[in-house]
């Protein structure tokens, strides 16, 4: 699985966004180590507060279906039928990214013609996870 193809399949995830109160439509393609893919796209909610964003909705959706161990996210975005050049997650998804993700795991952001990488190191520095409960 290359990095455009799974920036394609989040692009395909981004069609079934439901967004009537930000036209803001997010789609998000979730890589397991093992090779499988979980799309994910916004759930918006007239009390705003339950909207869940694409990323966290990639990730419950595998984490139900039994997956925990993840390499790599694509995130696209944008209003209505344009792409952002770029998207990054909010900080609730990159702390529930944390939560099964190792540091390197990779953060992809863009478009099929243009793609940013990082890692969820270098987006959510000096992270609370589990390790500080023990
Ligand atoms: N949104 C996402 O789905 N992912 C992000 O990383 C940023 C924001 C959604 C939530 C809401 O439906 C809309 O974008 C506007 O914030």
Known sequence: MTDIELIKLAVSAREMSYSPYSNF???????????????????ENAGFTP??????TAVFKAVSEGEREFSAIAIVAGKGDTLN????????????LSEFCDGDFRVIMGTPNSIKVVTLSEI??????????E
């Open 124 to 133: 959510l520095p000096y992270s609370f996870g589990k390790n500080d409960l």
């Open 85 to 96: 050049d770029l998207c990054a997650p909010c900080g609730v998804c990159r702390q529930v």
């Open 25 to 43: 439509k997010v789609g998000a393609a979730l890589l397991t180590k093992s090779g499988k893919v979980f799309t994910g796209c916004n759930v």
């Open 51 to 56: 909207t869940n964003c694409a990323e966290r």
